[in-house]
């Protein structure tokens, strides 16, 4: 069953390649000292994109518990 | 923890991995794994993870086989389908894929895939094609493109770059495939394609190595190479839409080749039967 989904970082594992930021769909993502971060007003529509394209794994989508 | 694939299909303790900001080696490695479970999960495979067995040889790229948590062996520069020959040998059963460079697959060992080819030995090659000798620093490889820099070019490569796949194509592969990192749901789906594919198959996937081809070519930084395949490499729908004008200078990312032939493992059970069967009637 596709229940609801977040984003997930782990920050220690991005190399700062900016890849998601660059082909983000919404522009929801930023490099903060060569590190990704969601920016604070984003409008990410959950579509994994940047997920498919990280080359470090430092970023997906997960099961969001209830 | 990373994510559930990564976790599931990567040896977590080995990473991140080693590979440079911005490598395509690590999205092409992720496209193996989803190949790999999405084969697992469809009711009509049922890919069996035991049955799967990642070969490399020498390389940035050949590093993946270290990092892909399944039977795997990190062999040696050149000789990944040597290897992967053997094994599939002993045990046809297997499930035998192999993590190759350019450089390690259409340099030293040419000649293993030329002649694995040739045989159509049921094994499923996916190269990281990064135009260029990444470990060692940047020399150019068979599929540099003419006039592009490299330590060992430094005014420009002069050799006519392989096309991979076309060579294997040439030489007898029954599968043949481009991919890119750009394009990854098409990427996996011909990794898929190549596994299912009974004989050999070769799915030559562009990867981008800004540190070395990047950089010695100017080329811009990994999102401009991306940027690159996004506007020059085109899927198969959209390319066969194309007019011949627009097709020109544009790559296909999709199958090339597809035919149907022996494939030599099941062959070589047939002789034994067979030169059995002799022995016995004698
Ligand atoms: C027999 C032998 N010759 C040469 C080398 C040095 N060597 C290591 S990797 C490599 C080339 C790697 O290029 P490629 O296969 O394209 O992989 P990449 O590093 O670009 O992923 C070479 C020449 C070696 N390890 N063994
Ligand atoms: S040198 Fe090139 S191929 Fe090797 S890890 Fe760095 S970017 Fe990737």
Redesign the interface.
């Known amino acids: 069953m596709a229940g609801k989904k977040k984003l997930v970082l782990d920050t220690s594992w991005c190399k700062g390649c900016g890849i998601c930021v660059a082909f983000c769909p919404k522009n929801a993502l930023e490099l903060v000292e060569e590190r990704v971060h969601l920016k604070p007003d984003n409008e990410c529509v959950l579509c994994g994109l940047c997920e498919m394209r990280c080359p470090d794994y430092a970023i997906w989508l997960e099961d969001l518990e209830e | 923890m990373?994510?559930?694939?990564?976790h599931e299909f990567?040896r977590i303790d080995h990473?991140?991995?080693i590979?440079?900001?911005?490598?395509?080696?690590?999205?092409i490695m992720?496209d193996v794994a989803v190949a790999i479970q999405e084969l697992m999960d469809d009711p009509e495979v049922k890919l069996n993870r035991e049955k799967v067995v990642i070969v490399s040889g020498i390389g940035c790229s050949s590093r993946a086989a270290g990092y892909m948590d399944f039977n795997s062996i990190h062999t040696t520069h050149g000789r990944a389908i040597a290897f992967a020959t053997g094994i599939k040998f002993a045990k046809p059963e297997l499930e035998v894929i192999v993590l190759t460079g350019d450089g390690d697959c259409s340099a030293i060992g040419g000649n293993h895939l030329i002649h694995a080819a040739r045989r159509n030995m049921g094994l499923t090659v996916v190269t990281f094609n990064n135009d260029i000798y990444g470990m060692t620093g940047g020399q150019y490889s068979p599929t540099t493109p003419a006039g592009d820099k490299a330590t060992t070019a430094p005014y420009g490569s002069l050799d006519r770059p392989f096309d991979i796949a076309q060579l294997a194509a040439g030489a007898g592969a029954t599968f043949t495939a481009r991919g890119s990192v750009y394009h990854?749901?098409e990427t996996i789906d011909l990794i898929k394609q190549g596994i299912r594919h009974k004989g050999f198959s070769l799915i030559d996937v562009y990867s981008v190595c800004?540190t070395y081809y990047g950089r010695k070519n100017h080329k811009g930084?990994?999102?401009e190479m991306?940027?690159w395949q996004k506007e020059n490499m085109v899927p198969t729908a959209r390319y066969y839409a194309m007019s011949e004008e627009q097709k020109a200078g544009k790559l296909l990312v999709g199958t090339l080749t597809h035919s149907e032939y022996p494939e030599y493992t099941d062959e070589y059970d047939k002789l034994v039967k067979r030169v059995q069967a002799e022995m016995a009637g004698r």
């Open positions: 990373p994510s559930e694939l990564i990567m990473l991140p991995h590979w440079c900001p911005g490598c395509g080696n690590g999205v992720r990854v749901r800004p930084g990994p999102v991306l940027r």
